[in-house]
Each structure stands twice: as structure tokens, then as C-alpha cells.
């Protein structure tokens, strides 16, 4: 079992910038494939960012390329999403998923098929 926690939500104006974490039970962390997701009031679920196993790949949405990143640190068991430039339609909360099966790449158009682990989520909320 994985028990995701995250942390690091909360009010921001406009083109500031915050730094979610995730932070993972167990012992197997490093061979899960993790991904940040975030799904804003009235809307699906969205894929944000993916890392791999490793640290190695990571992928992003079109929406927020060029402004977030995503990291992990696997002695930490942790895995980080910067947020800079943010903007009104980041509000959402935010997500954060753990797979094993499923390469990150995929993670990114296959998540609502299930992930073997989802964090509760952490509100962000971006003021104008």
C-alpha cells in the first residue's frame, strides 16, 4: 500500500508562484511513476505533469509548459510541482497520482482509467 499526502496549496495572486509536494509511504516509492493532475470546479479532471521511476522523463500539459516543474526525490519519498507565472485558470486542486504499470507518458492520457494510487488533493487558488 501508498498512502499519497499532499501539501503546498493555497492563495496566490497572479504570477506568483508556489511549490506542491507529495509525500509517499512505503518502501516501493522509487518504482512508481508518479503525475500531478488538477481538476478546477465544473470541470473533468486534467493531466498536468509526469515523472518517471527514475527522475528521468518528465511530460507536460500544453497549458502549463514552460511555467511548472515537476521533481522527485526518491530518498525523500517525495515528488514537487513548481508553479511559477500562475495564473486565474490554474484554480483547482491539485492531485497527485502513483502507477506502476503504466509508463508516465501514458499516465498522461490514460489517468482516468484508474491509477493504482491518488492523494486526496490540495487546494490552489489563484487571485486576480
Known amino acids: 500500500q501508498v498512502q499519497l499526502v499532499e501539501s503546498g496549496g493555497g492563495l496566490v495572486q497572479a504570477g506568483g508562484s508556489l511549490r506542491l509536494s507529495c509525500a509517499a509511504s512505503g518502501r516501493t516509492f522509487s518504482s512508481y511513476n508518479m503525475g500531478w493532475f488538477r481538476q478546477a470546479p465544473g470541470k473533468e479532471r486534467e493531466f498536468v505533469a509526469t515523472i518517471n521511476w527514475s527522475g528521468a522523463r518528465t511530460y507536460y500539459g500544453d497549458s502549463v509548459k514552460g511555467r511548472f516543474t515537476i521533481s522527485r526525490d526518491n530518498v525523500k519519498n517525495t515528488v514537487y510541482l513548481q508553479m511559477n507565472s500562475l495564473k486565474p485558470e490554474d484554480t483547482a486542486v491539485y492531485y497527485c497520482?502513483?502507477?506502476?504499470?503504466?509508463?508516465?507518458?501514458?499516465?498522461?492520457?490514460?489517468?482516468?482509467?484508474?491509477?493504482?494510487?491518488w492523494g486526496k488533493g490540495t487546494l490552489v487558488t489563484v487571485s486576480s
Open positions: 497520482a502513483a502507477d506502476r504499470g503504466t509508463t508516465a507518458q501514458t499516465m498522461a492520457v490514460q489517468f482516468s482509467k484508474g491509477m493504482d494510487y
